[in-house]
Nanobody, 121 residues
Framework: QVQLVESGGGLVQAGGSLRLSCAAS????????MGWYRQVPGNQRDLVAR???????TYADSVKGRFTISRDNANNTVYLQMNSLKPEDTGLYYC???????????????WGQGTQVTVSS
């Protein structure tokens, strides 16, 4: 019912910037929360940033002051502006959305396919 399509990943040198985007498509749903998670091989998938439909934001301590999450509700799109990138920011970034379908009280979680971010020294 819902697809999340990510873009914007790539290779960048330390200190550089990237902007990730994720667009949700489908029908008969509303999105309560969208966010970005990062996964490194051998580790769990950890929250980077999230934003509610009311634009309340949450950030991991490691990215506060450097990353900014924003949302275009009209287009069901979330962005992650990443500045002052560090090698430890490297990972596979997954878009996340918490969705409720019209007429349902059940929340569903959707994930994008992931976009790779690699920060070189």
């Amino acid at each position: 019912q819902v697809q999340l399509v990510e873009s914007g990943g790539g290779l960048v040198q330390a200190g550089g910037s990237l902007r990730l985007s994720c667009a949700a498509s489908g029908s008969l749903f509303s999105i309560n929360v969208m966010g970005w998670y990062r996964q490194v091989p051998g580790n769990q998938r950890d929250l980077v940033a999230r934003i509610t439909s009311g634009s309340i934001t949450t950030y991991a301590d490691s990215v506060k002051g450097r990353f900014t999450i924003s949302r275009d509700n009209a287009n069901n799109t979330v962005y992650l502006q990443m500045n002052s990138l560090k090698p430890e920011d490297t990972g596979l970034y997954y878009c996340y959305a918490e969705v409720r379908f019209i007429g349902s009280l059940t929340s569903y979680q959707y994930w994008g396919q992931g976009t790779q971010v690699t920060v070189s020294s």
